[in-house]
């Protein structure tokens, strides 16, 4: 079924903007295209994981931008947040079952750690990807990434010209 990616994540941002007062949200686009096939409760779910860990992991609050940017048929989203950051050493286990950062800044914050891993899950099983870079004490960026439902090519709300140039693009690609 076609999701609207976008859609997904002001609902869940709706909720956070009541209840994380120290934080305010922001949503960056470069794109015009939030459609992917796929589960939207399970979409959603990922995009509460990754919200809540940006406001959890910044307790002194902060900005969380969302960024959409469309690259070769897929939706980029970033969630950056200003909070502690992790540890280069921690950057490969953090999408591991049950792993949490063992570290003083954060020994107060609950959590299980299996909100990365379950989110990783869901990504994949929807063709996706996630990534993240981190400066300790900065803030992290965590980037996923969506197979788009509609190649560009196909948009009949698009002008011919802009579907000449999506043309020329996929063939360069191949
Ligand atoms: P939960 O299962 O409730 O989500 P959790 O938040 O501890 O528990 P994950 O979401 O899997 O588990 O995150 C794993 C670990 O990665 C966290 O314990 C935290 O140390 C670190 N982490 C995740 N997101 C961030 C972030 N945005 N900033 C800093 N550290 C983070
Ligand atoms: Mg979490």
């Not at 970033?78 to 950062?101: C, H, M, N, Q, W």
Request: charged share 30%.
């Amino acid at each position: 079924k076609p999701v609207n990616l976008k859609e997904i994540v002001e609902e869940v941002l709706d909720s956070y903007r009541i209840n994380a007062t120290k934080h305010s949200f922001f949503i960056e686009d470069s794109t015009d295209c939030y459609e992917l096939i796929g589960d939207a409760d399970k979409i959603k779910q990922v995009f509460n994981n990754f919200i809540s860990n940006a406001v959890k992991y910044s307790p002194n609050g902060g900005l969380i931008i969302i960024r959409f940017y469309e690259k070769q048929g897929n939706l980029f989203v970033d969630i950056e947040d200003e909070g502690l950051g992790i540890p280069e050493d921690a950057l490969s286990k953090l999408f591991t079952k049950f792993y949490r950062v063992d570290n003083s800044d954060r020994r107060q914050i609950g959590g299980t750690g299996l909100g990365l891993a379950i989110s990783k899950e869901i990504v994949t099983a929807h063709g996706g990807g996630v990534a993240v870079t981190s400066a300790l004490g900065k803030g992290s960026t965590f980037t996923l990434s969506f197979p788009l439902a509609t190649k560009k090519e196909m948009r009949p709300d698009k002008s011919s010209e802009d579907i000449d140039a999506a043309v020329l693009i996929v063939e360069d690609d191949d």
